[in-house]
């Protein structure tokens, strides 16, 4: 499907590298602390923006073939964002149960 070759230089990978680390630590956190609503929402954000960037890669800049390699960060993040879209729900609903008690 995609016959470009382009060489990754030691910064891009890098730079891929601490990526990786950061949103590792990230959705790490995020599983010690579930409840903690912003870093949910950063947690979701990290993997629309891993969904968006192999999406793009294969679809935009047809830098990758959509292959094993490719096919498995977009399964992984596509179900991601569907469980956490499903677990936002009953976060805001605890929320707003714990509101009520206070009230």
């Not at 030691?10 to 680390?21: E, I, K, M, S, Y």
């Not at 590792?24 to 968006?52: E, G, K, M, P």
């Amino acid at each position: 499907m995609c016959s470009l070759l382009y060489a990754v230089n030691g910064l891009q990978a890098r730079t891929f590298g601490v990526w990786t680390l950061l949103s590792s630590v990230i959705r790490c956190l995020c599983a010690i602390d579930i409840r903690n609503r912003t870093l949910y929402h950063l947690t979701l954000f990290t993997f629309f923006l891993a969904l968006a960037h192999f999406l793009a890669e294969v679809f935009i800049y047809h830098t990758a073939a959509l292959t094993i390699g490719i096919m498995a960060p977009l399964m992984v993040a596509s179900f991601s964002i569907m469980g956490m879209l499903i677990g936002l729900q009953y976060l805001e609903v605890e929320a707003l149960s714990q509101n009520k008690k206070k009230n």
